[in-house]
């Protein structure tokens, strides 16, 4: 069995466990009693002596046998609940508590699939399985010294016939393992792309690719069904092969027991005693064989649920809520001192240095892939730099715990999103002790209290899987006013407007203001509305910084950015009249400012 966190788990449930296999033991001695009285009850019924006793003797170990057996099952299934249900919580919390880096490695419908069906698995395995093992194990020993005890030849016999079977079967449980592994791994597979396509299923419909996801999962499927196939062939495999040993053993035992017993060299009421716990023998050994295969199962669920417990964790440092005490001296909210960065060997940010003022709207703009995102992913600490220091509030992240980063620092990601649950529970998602006052606030400043007093009830609409129910532009402003009921001192927005419609984004550029009058507003921004009010821009190019300053100033000294400012604003003047329409073109243009002189 498993060292690691399952095994840890199991020996917590060592009184439960312990105490079933107790029981179990004090179970295995009356089953083994019962041949023994059942012998004398033979031997005394040929004698005409009373056999009254013998009888109700026999019936009440029959009756705590029975007892015995149903306690034990109990404590030992309560047993394999609680490991369960203890390994999926702390899993889960290492699985949320894991680097991200090392989670985006993984696939979500496998990792799903090691928290809910492995761990099922993993139970039959620590207790059901196990326990069968050990008592009816322990039954075929106790069998077998009786049966040594009343007669040495026969038991020769006997396990020359069942020690070749037991051979074969150990040898089918051991492949059992391995194809049960690959089988879970099959699985887990399936379960994964199948995750894939549901997160999708609206751009599965509109690609028309229904039938190429079918494919494919099919393919999956006929994966997992295939070396599903393998497993209950060897799983099949055991019982036949055991149970040829035993025809045999009984054939050879009545065959040679008969004729010891016509010689005198054994009598009447031994041989009955051998022969009954032999049949006594075939119950309990099938029984172990059988649950070793489904014990080889479990090790295999086992071994994939311990793979969890060793992903990387983030040091939280501190408990939650928890935050870094207020800036002072005027420093800036956020400093990169010679940042670079690579996801693998793919280099993303080279050398990057700029500072965000604790007020203010700093914006960060750059072509596509120019590294926009990585740097808010770098402040909230879901990857480690590869060289140089992030600074929050002029500390150095990486003394800092994530709590302590993440309580300052409020972030908007560019996917907005939303989960299952009422409005309100979203809203309330990273502040969940907020009173009404701060979440009408919230609501406000994001420009979401028509959308609020337009749902049948209000914040207590309940939304569905990924925030259906809202519309994409109502998600994102739902996920600034999360990031604002923080009250953090950095709010991060990661294209905040980018489905909004015009008015909705005027509304939040009003609400930006306001906002950055009293803490840092870092926003990646393609749309030229919110780019031209920032007080200061950071343009990327290719991992590093170009260029810092206003809008006039960047487009009187930076070709890049002016390229980027004229195609935006193209777009809104062809957007808001007839691309042929001089004024809107002009207007553009005249927000650009005369051409810099070459």
Aim: proline share 3%.
């Amino acid at each position: 069995m498993s060292a690691g966190i399952v095994g840890g788990l199991a020996r917590g449930q060592r009184a439960l466990l312990g105490g079933g296999v107790l029981l179990g033991i004090v179970g295995v001695g009356f089953t083994l009693l019962q041949p023994v009285l059942l012998a004398r009850l033979i031997e005394a019924a040929g004698q005409h002596r009373p056999v009254t006793g013998l009888i109700v003797l026999l019936a009440a170990l029959f009756v705590a046998d029975a007892a015995l057996s149903a306690v034990q099952g109990y404590l030992i299934g309560r047993a394999g609940e609680n490991i369960v249900r203890d390994a999926r919580v702390t899993l889960a919390g290492r699985v949320l508590r894991a680097e991200l880096a090392h989670m985006n490695g993984r696939r979500q419908g496998d990792v799903h699939t090691r928290l809910v069906s492995d761990t099922s698995l993993m139970k039959i395995a620590l207790t059901q399985s196990l326990a069968q093992i050990i008592l009816n194990g322990l039954i075929v020993l106790g069998c077998v010294v009786m049966m040594a005890l009343t007669d040495g030849w026969l038991l020769l016999v006997t396990v020359g016939c069942l020690g070749t079977a037991a051979a074969c079967s150990v040898r089918l449980a051991r492949g059992l393992r391995r194809a049960a592994l690959a089988n879970r791994e099959d699985t887990g597979e399936f379960g994964a792309d199948l995750q894939r396509v549901l997160s999708a299923l609206p751009t599965v419909k509109a690609a028309g690719a229904e039938e190429r996801e079918q494919r494919r999962l099919a393919g999956l499927a006929d994966r997992a069904r295939a070396s599903g196939n393998r497993v209950t062939a060897l799983n099949a495999l055991l019982y036949p092969v055991l149970n040829v040993g035993l025809q045999a053993s009984l054939a050879a035992v009545m065959g040679l027991g008969m004729a010891r017993v016509a010689t005198g060299a054994l009598g009447t009421a031994d041989f009955t005693a051998f022969t009954m716990y032999l049949f006594y023998l075939v119950s309990p050994l099938v029984l172990v064989f059988l649950s070793l295969g489904t014990f080889q199962q479990g090790r295999a669920a086992v071994q994939r649920v311990d793979e969890l417990a060793v992903l990387p964790q983030e040091d939280l440092g501190l408990a939650p809520g928890a935050t870094l005490p207020l800036p002072s001296g005027g420093g800036p909210a956020v400093e990169f001192r010679g940042v670079s960065f690579a996801y693998g060997e793919r280099p993303v940010l080279d050398g990057v240095s700029f500072e965000v003022p604790a007020r203010g709207l700093t914006a960060l703009v750059g072509a596509s892939g120019a590294g926009k995102t990585t740097v808010f992913q770098l402040i909230e600490r879901f990857y480690r730099p590869t060289g140089g220091a992030v600074l929050l509030d002029g500390r150095d992240i990486a003394g800092l715990s994530p709590v302590q980063i993440r309580g300052r620092v409020g972030y908007v990601q560019q996917d907005s999103a939303a989960m299952r649950g009422t409005l309100r529970e979203n809203i309330v998602y990273a502040a969940p002790d907020a009173d009404e006052a701060d979440i009408r606030e919230a609501v406000e400043l994001a420009g979401l209290t028509e959308v609020v007093a337009g749902l049948p009830d209000g914040l207590d609409t309940l939304l569905g899987d990924q925030g259906v129910g809202l519309s994409g532009g109502q998600r994102q402003r739902l996920c600034v006013a999360r990031a604002l009921l923080q009250k953090p001192s950095v709010i991060l927005l990661d294209e905040a407007t980018a489905h909004l419609d015009s008015d909705a984004e005027s509304a939040l550029r009003d609400s930006l203001r306001r906002i950055a009058r009293t803490c840092a507003v870092v926003a990646i921004a393609h749309r030229i509305s919110t780019v031209v009010e920032a007080d200061r821009i950071v343009v990327l190019d290719g991992g590093r910084v170009r260029a810092v300053g206003t809008h006039a100033e960047l487009v009187r000294g930076d070709d890049l950015y002016r390229r980027l400012a004229a195609a935006q604003f193209a777009e809104a003047a062809g957007a808001a009249s007839n691309p042929m329409d001089s004024t809107a073109e002009g207007g553009a243009m005249a927000l650009l400012g005369p051409e810099p002189s070459r």
